[in-house]
């Protein structure tokens, strides 16, 4: 009888629901951050060097989004391999998104840049009336799920305006605009662990930040240096982030699978 009890005690509690998001840890900042710079300069990729142009390049790109968040709904907790499919298409097409309200419809940088702001604000607070949270601890079902990526387009697009309006409009170059984002992330660093910046708060202002990073420094490794850039290309650039994405996807998934069979063994 005893054996029993000590079984069920050990046993994994089926009725707590998984979260379908990863927690914060460095490789999640890291992957994040490869993956924002490659979305760029894919984005550039397939739009300019592949002649496909911005319009049939975003429709194309969308529809590979609309699989790709298909089968991550479907997996009804985080798994690496559909969660980070997800954000690198995410990435791609907030990026297109951007590019084709201001290379074909004329929008400026300053009025996307507000527009995306406002579209983040209201999808914050949509999402905090409705489910009274904002955590990404606690995005286990799908109406969650929903707010979550929602949002994360949003913050790639306003990513993208933001950093091509400081790059570009205000003339500050890649370079320049990589260390200025680079020194607000890291003052939001400091502020969360010094300072009690609110987690949430902190999580998704570092989100937004870190596109215009990634951004700025894709595109100071694939533009022609004419244009301020290495010269490396966007073929290079984007193959060499696919690549230390896949690397660290890889790793996620044996580190987490080993991590489960210990849990396993220990009950």
Same mark, same amino acid.
């Given at each position: 009888?005893?054996?029993?009890?000590?079984?069920?005690?050990?046993?994994?509690?089926?009725?707590?629901?998984?979260?379908?998001?990863?927690?914060?840890?460095?490789?999640?900042?890291?992957?994040?951050?490869?993956?924002?710079?490659?979305?760029?300069?894919?984005?550039?990729?397939?739009?300019?060097?592949?002649?496909?142009?911005?319009?049939?390049?975003?429709?194309?790109?969308?529809?590979?989004?609309?699989?790709?968040?298909?089968?991550?709904?479907?997996?009804?907790?985080?798994?690496?391999?559909?969660?980070?499919?997800?954000?690198?298409?995410?990435?791609?097409?907030?990026?297109?998104?951007?590019?084709?309200?201001?290379?074909?419809?004329?929008?400026?940088?300053?009025?996307?840049?507000?527009?995306?702001?406002?579209?983040?604000?209201?999808?914050?607070?949509?999402?905090?009336?409705?489910?009274?949270?904002?955590?990404?601890?606690?995005?286990?079902?799908?109406?969650?799920?929903?707010?979550? =990526? /929602? %949002?994360?387009? $949003? @913050?790639?697009? !306003? *990513?993208?305006?933001? &950093? #091509? +309006?400081?790059?570009?409009?205000?003339?500050?170059?890649?370079?320049?605009?990589?260390?200025?984002?680079?020194?607000?992330?890291?003052?939001?660093?400091?502020?969360?662990?010094?300072?009690?910046?609110?987690?949430?708060?902190?999580? =998704? /202002? %570092?989100?937004? $930040? @870190?596109?215009? !990073? *990634?951004?700025?420094? &894709? #595109? +100071?490794?694939?533009?022609?240096?004419?244009?301020?850039?290495?010269?490396?290309?966007?073929?290079?650039?984007?193959?060499?982030?696919?690549?230390?994405?896949?690397?660290?996807?890889?790793?996620?998934?044996?580190?987490?699978?080993?991590?489960?069979?210990?849990?396993?063994?220990?009950?």
């Amino acid at each position: 009888m005893s054996r029993i009890a000590s079984f069920a005690a050990n046993a994994p509690d089926t009725s707590m629901p998984l979260n379908r998001v990863p927690d914060v840890t460095f490789d999640f900042w890291l992957i994040k951050l490869m993956a924002v710079t490659m979305g760029e300069t894919a984005a550039d990729y397939l739009a300019v060097n592949l002649g496909f142009g911005l319009t049939a390049t975003s429709l194309i790109m969308t529809a590979v989004l609309i699989g790709a968040l298909v089968l991550q709904f479907g997996q009804k907790r985080y798994v690496p391999w559909s969660y980070w499919l997800a954000v690198v298409l995410i990435s791609i097409v907030g990026t297109l998104v951007t590019d084709n309200l201001v290379d074909n419809f004329g929008v400026s940088l300053v009025t996307t840049t507000a527009v995306f702001t406002l579209a983040l604000a209201a999808t914050f607070l949509i999402w905090s009336a409705s489910e009274r949270t904002l955590s990404i601890h606690e995005v286990f079902t799908g109406k969650r799920e929903a707010f979550y =990526w /929602l %949002a994360i387009l $949003f @913050t790639f697009a !306003l *990513g993208t305006a933001a &950093g #091509d +309006l400081v790059a570009e409009k205000f003339g500050l170059g890649y370079l320049s605009t990589g260390i200025l984002f680079g020194m607000i992330i890291t003052s939001l660093t400091f502020g969360y662990f010094v300072l009690g910046l609110d987690p949430v708060l902190g999580f =998704w /202002l %570092a989100y937004i $930040f @870190t596109r215009p !990073l *990634g951004a700025s420094f &894709g #595109d +100071l490794l694939s533009q022609p240096t004419q244009y301020g850039g290495l010269g490396l290309g966007t073929i290079i650039t984007s193959a060499l982030f696919l690549s230390a994405i896949l690397l660290i996807v890889v790793w996620m998934t044996v580190s987490r699978d080993g991590n489960d069979r210990r849990s396993e063994l220990a009950r």
